[in-house]
Nanobody, 125 residues
């Protein structure tokens, strides 16, 4: 089992920045990937970004490319999502996800077995 705990959400004005963190604990050894997804009110959960623990391959959703940066701290089993130039449409609950069997940076929700509880990000106009 892997436990994921997100932090760093909050309220920010459009154009501002936030940094989300996701700390993984439990059976984190081995090759796996960690991703960020988000779900806005009334919408389906969507892919934001993913980073592979080995090799560091990164993939972003087109909607956040150039504004968001995903990174990791191997020693602390933590992944970060730096969000700059935030827009009101970025408002959502952001979820961290992980899976030990990922062999490629998947955008699919079904590829991830472990999920955090989510952290609210609200961007005011």
């Amino acid at each position: 089992q892997v436990q994921l705990v997100e932090s760093g959400g909050g309220l920010v004005q459009a154009g501002g920045s936030l940094r989300l963190s996701c700390a993984a604990s439990g059976r984190t050894a081995g090759s796996y990937g960690m991703g960020w997804f988000r779900q806005a009110p009334g919408k389906e959960r969507e892919f934001v970004a993913v980073i592979m623990w080995r090799g560091g391959t990164i993939v972003y959703a087109d909607s956040v490319k150039g504004r968001f940066t995903i990174s990791r701290d191997n020693a602390k089993n933590t992944v970060f999502l730096q969000m700059n130039s935030l827009k009101p449409e970025d408002t959502a609950i952001y979820y961290c996800a992980a899976d030990a069997a990922l062999t490629y940076p998947s955008r699919s929700l079904g590829a991830y077995a472990y999920w955090g509880q989510g952290t609210q990000v609200t961007v005011s106009s």
